[in-house]
């Protein structure tokens, strides 16, 4: 199905009382690509021969997917969507429209609760090497209140819409960690006690409003 035809089959299943309208997105060769969009929220509808991919986005996110062979509900699960519509009611009426508890936060504006939350029961393990400095962390009222990331180190962003960190905390050796400076360098080296207390000073004009 070419682009035009996608998105004059979605258009069609639309009330025409409606201005919303379906246009076309932007896609790689071969893949047609309808999008219906107001104001931050979109959603992206990809043809998938005979089905129907679709990605629910907001404030540049995506917070839900979902896959259906029937085109008047695809139809309607968008518009509802941009009309402003909660993830949970709209998969309760789509049942095919999927979205994580993460996505389900940053909907409720608990996103960073949740995270640490995820965190937390990620380093149950006692050995986990980073257990120390999130237990403490965590209870930390001025750390608590930034949106923690957890891979090869432990890091810390403004809020749960930054794509950026303000600081990155590797494992030197089990019950030692460290933050590089630019040059490479050492900027501060300690136990978990000792990197809460620095990253509290470092960051505490920096607490999100």
Known sequence: MSEKSLVGALNGELDHSLALKFTVGIASA??????????????????????????????????????TSDISHVADAARRWVEGSGLEDLAADHPFIKFSGLQLAYERGTAAEYQWAALLASVEEEDHIFRDLILLASRDSVLN??????????ALSVDEYSNGILVAVFVRRPGRFVIFGDDDGVEFEGDAAQMVDYLVARLRDRVPR
């Open 30 to 67: 071969g893949t047609a690509v309808a999008v219906l969009s107001v104001g931050d929220r979109f959603a992206n509808v990809i043809d998938n021969d005979g089905s129907y991919l679709l990605s629910f986005n907001w404030k540049e996110r995506q917070q839900a997917h979902g896959q």
């Open 145 to 154: 209140r930034f949106f923690p990331r957890l891979g090869h180190r432990f």
